[in-house]
């Protein structure tokens, strides 16, 4: 496998679904085969303490292409020997990529695709960062395709998508489901559908508490379970209180606590959607991988990347306009509704993320592309 430095803006213990898809992905690589360079952060030295990493933490909170971190990633290849610097994201840090000595690979997401991939300027600025680079990383379907109409080929990208870790997230007894629960306030008998995000517009937490207002008329035990923290934290608090629903907004989750938040549930959905006429779409959703390994059955909005963590009717069911909480309720209410169809999803959404989305097994297809 080739030496590498790993040039990145996310990266814990900062929390996203970036983060954690780099992080699950290298800690299984060997650590003396890459050095990590990322922005420094609260909580950076006690994280990096226990990571088993080479890890430089650069004195900004954010990594740019100026000429002082193309003079600290130069002398770090040097020291180490790297063979390649493998950027994320595309933009504007890949801009670094040919200003480099070194070959360099991408790592693309997706979300960040969007805007950047139909503005004919930017377009164009894309288009040659990608074209330079030897490899491009896709986790996902969905950057894959966005990359390969940007560039008009597919030659040089690769598909790893996210993954999970179906150690920490598994199906709980009976009785662990009820103490998990307790954690957060709930009962054994409230039927709980939970939703964990940034509250961001196009996670659709409003279209989702609609439909809950919906769904609870004949649902009395109905509970609404929603993690995260952003921008629409008070506008969704307001609506709960408007629509006199029976939710729990709890805020960021820590990490050591989404196993329990994710066993807690009886259905986990996300109501993506897609906006500005489609420029901004879901980049994956790796949270309904970590649901479905937790054995939780999943609802997701039909956006961007969606369609791969869910398998729709099969191992989740997707809600084709999402926007609409009239035929989110619809959806929803056939799984709330019915739990042996909820078992059923659940056992094939889990067999699915051991067989094709487990990490052990996408860290063989990195080390592969790593050794090209």
């Given at each position: 496998?080739?030496?590498?430095?790993?040039?990145?803006?996310?990266?814990?213990?900062?929390?996203?679904?970036?983060?954690?898809?780099?992080?699950?992905?290298?800690?299984?690589?060997?650590?003396?085969?890459?050095?990590?360079?990322?922005?420094?952060?609260?909580?950076?030295?006690?994280?990096?303490?226990?990571?088993?990493?080479?890890?430089?933490?650069?004195?900004?909170?954010?990594?740019?292409?100026?000429?002082?971190?193309?003079?600290?990633?130069?002398?770090?290849?040097?020291?180490?020997?790297?063979?390649?610097?493998?950027?994320?994201?595309?933009?504007?840090?890949?801009?670094?990529?040919?200003?480099?000595?070194?070959?360099?690979?991408?790592?693309?997401?997706?979300?960040?695709?969007?805007?950047?991939?139909?503005?004919?300027?930017?377009?164009?600025?894309?288009?040659?960062?990608?074209?330079?680079?030897?490899?491009?990383?896709?986790?996902?379907?969905?950057?894959?395709?966005?990359?390969?109409?940007?560039?008009?080929?597919?030659?040089?990208?690769?598909?790893?998508?996210?993954?999970?870790?179906?150690?920490?997230?598994?199906?709980?007894?009976?009785?662990?489901?009820?103490?998990?629960?307790?954690?957060?306030?709930?009962?054994?008998?409230?039927?709980?559908?939970?939703?964990?995000?940034?509250?961001?517009?196009?996670?659709?937490?409003?279209?989702?508490?609609?439909?809950?207002s919906i769904l609870s008329k004949q649902r009395p035990n109905l509970k609404v379970l929603i993690g995260?923290?952003?921008?629409?934290?008070?506008?969704?608090?307001?609506?709960?209180?408007?629509?006199?629903?029976?939710?729990?907004?709890?805020?960021?989750?820590?990490?050591?606590?989404?196993?329990?938040?994710?066993?807690?549930?009886?259905?986990?959905?996300?109501?993506?959607?897609?906006?500005?006429?489609?420029?901004?779409?879901?980049g994956f959703g790796i949270v309904f991988l970590e649901a479905a390994s937790s054995g939780v059955a999943?609802?997701?909005?039909?956006?961007?990347?969606?369609?791969?963590?869910?398998?729709?009717?099969?191992?989740?069911?997707?809600?084709?306009?999402p926007s609409d909480p009239t035929k989110a309720a619809a959806v929803l209410s056939k799984l709330l509704?019915?739990?042996?169809?909820?078992?059923?999803?659940?056992?094939?959404?889990?067999?699915?993320?051991?067989?094709?989305?487990?990490?052990?097994?996408?860290?063989?297809?990195?080390?592969?592309?790593?050794?090209?």
């Amino acid at each position: 496998m080739k030496k590498h430095i790993l040039l990145t803006n996310d990266f814990p213990p900062k929390i996203g679904g970036i983060q954690s898809y780099l992080w699950e992905l290298w800690k299984r690589l060997p650590p003396e085969s890459f050095v990590v360079i990322t922005p420094d952060q609260l909580g950076a030295n006690e994280f990096d303490a226990q990571s088993g990493m080479n890890i430089i933490r650069y004195d900004s909170s954010i990594l740019l292409p100026t000429s002082k971190v193309i003079g600290l990633v130069e002398s770090v290849a040097k020291q180490i020997n790297a063979e390649m610097v493998i950027v994320d994201p595309v933009l504007p840090l890949g801009l670094i990529g040919k200003k480099l000595t070194l070959p360099y690979s991408l790592i693309l997401h997706g979300a960040e695709l969007g805007v950047p991939a139909h503005l004919p300027v930017v377009k164009n600025l894309l288009s040659k960062v990608l074209l330079s680079a030897d490899q491009i990383i896709a986790s996902g379907n969905y950057p894959f395709r966005e990359a390969k109409e940007v560039i008009q080929s597919s030659e040089n990208i690769h598909v790893i998508p996210p993954g999970v870790d179906i150690d920490r997230f598994r199906p709980l007894s009976r009785q662990e489901i009820i103490q998990a629960r307790q954690l957060w306030g709930l009962k054994e008998d409230d039927l709980v559908l939970a939703s964990l995000s940034r509250l961001v517009p196009r996670k659709g937490m409003d279209v989702l508490l609609d439909a809950a207002s919906i769904l609870s008329k004949q649902r009395p035990n109905l509970k609404v379970l929603i993690g995260g923290k952003g921008r629409q934290s008070q506008a969704l608090s307001k609506q709960v209180s408007i629509l006199g629903i029976d939710a729990l907004l709890v805020g960021e989750v820590k990490e050591e606590l989404l196993p329990s938040f994710y066993a807690s549930c009886d259905v986990f959905a996300m109501l993506s959607r897609n906006r500005w006429l489609g420029l901004e779409q879901e980049g994956f959703g790796i949270v309904f991988l970590e649901a479905a390994s937790s054995g939780v059955a999943v609802v997701g909005g039909n956006s961007g990347g969606s369609s791969d963590a869910i398998e729709n009717m099969k191992t989740g069911f997707i809600v084709n306009t999402p926007s609409d909480p009239t035929k989110a309720a619809a959806v929803l209410s056939k799984l709330l509704d019915n739990q042996y169809l909820r078992n059923q999803i659940s056992l094939e959404a889990r067999k699915r993320v051991e067989e094709k989305y487990s990490y052990e097994f996408l860290v063989k297809q990195l080390y592969n592309v790593l050794t090209e």
